[in-house]
């Protein structure tokens, strides 16, 4: 596995990671494929920026206006792509790399910046690996919900955003990790009596949690992984993911949108907080959070104040 990492890897290297799309309407790629959807079918829907994306989003205006690095103003020229496939992902995870962990010395360990392409490859590899588990294909049906969404520059194909949605469990102010919320909502059904585990075998986590789960926890969806090329920023294109986030999860049944964001994080935070209409929940004090150690091209974890917030849609 390692090995087609590499392999991967080597090939993308720091050079764009591009798309030639075949069709019109909605990008779902499928390997190499692309298909055409419509919310209607529950699918995510490709739109340019410049055209109207739903009738509600209009409504509340909530991100008509904003500016910023990430949020930009304008109207942005931009194909939405959401993909599970492995190509897709190890793309993302290389995005991720060069334009969220390396773009800002907050997620940085030390004032040195600089890194070699060798730790680098040890960074995107290991990227690509925690976003294959958690948002690519797999054998069996995922109990929680998960979806990755890139942005495709209209002109170059070349990907310039992305942002990652997941369906999770928040108990009192606790944001646990899908695989939790999975195994915690998996027990629940495995403790019923025969006939209703049948009733709940292919129920979705979000009535699991409504029905069988104590009062002090719901199922939430959480957004995630925000992140715009350097190029492409102060244009609208992290505006238009998250309308996009904010209509799929609407599509996933839910009027609410969580995340996570670090106390200290205050770029972070005036983004999400006064940009685009999130409020705080909570605050967990001295919870799991993670560095780069450019030296090393590896992930440390360290001890950070994290704020809850959420934003009703």
């Known amino acids: 596995m390692i090995r087609l990492f590499l392999a991967v890897i080597l090939f993308f290297g720091r050079e764009a990671f591009c798309f ?10 499928q390997g190499s494929a692309y298909e055409n959807y419509s919310r209607d079918d529950g699918k995510l829907q490709m739109f340019f920026a410049d055209e109207s994306s739903t009738t509600e ?34 793309a993302v995870g290389s995005f991720l790399v060069d334009s969220f962990w390396l773009s800002s010395d907050h997620h940085q360990l030390g004032n040195d910046t600089d890194i070699t392409n060798e730790a680098r490859m040890q960074l995107v590899i290991e990227q690509c690996a925690d976003l294959q588990e958690k948002y690519g294909e797999r054998m069996g049906k995922r109990l929680s919900k998960t979806s990755v969404v890139g942005a495709l520059d209209k002109e170059t194909k070349e990907l310039i955003g992305v942002v990652t949605l997941k369906e999770t469990i928040l108990i009192n102010s606790d944001v646990l990790d899908p695989e939790k919320a999975e195994l915690i909502a998996q027990n629940a059904v495995a403790s019923l009596g025969p006939k209703q585990r049948r009733e709940y075998k292919n129920a979705p986590l979000r009535t699991i949690a409504t029905e069988l789960l104590s009062s002090d926890t719901k199922a939430v969806c959480v957004l995630s ?4 090329s350097r190029k492409a920023r102060r ?13 799929l999860a609407q599509d996933w049944g839910y009027d609410a949108v969580h995340l996570l964001v ?14 685009l209409g999130y409020k705080k929940l909570c605050m967990n004090e001295a919870v799991p959070a993670l560095r780069v ?16 917030l959420f934003k009703r849609l």
């Open 20 to 29: 030639t799309p075949q069709t019109r309407g909605v990008l779902s790629l």
């Open 57 to 90: 989003s209009k409504e509340k205006g909530d991100t008509a206006n904003v500016s910023g690095d990430v949020i930009g103003i304008g109207t942005p020229a931009v194909e939405l792509v959401v993909a599970d496939s492995e190509r897709f992902l190890n």
């Open 225 to 228: 992984n925000l992140a715009v």
């Open 235 to 247: 244009r609208g294109v992290g505006s238009v993911l998250c309308e996009e986030i904010e209509a």
């Open 262 to 275: 670090e106390k200290e994080n205050f770029s972070a935070r005036q983004l999400y907080e006064n940009k």
């Open 293 to 308: 150690d450019p030296e090393t091209g590896s992930f440390q974890e360290i001890q950070a104040d994290t704020l809850v």
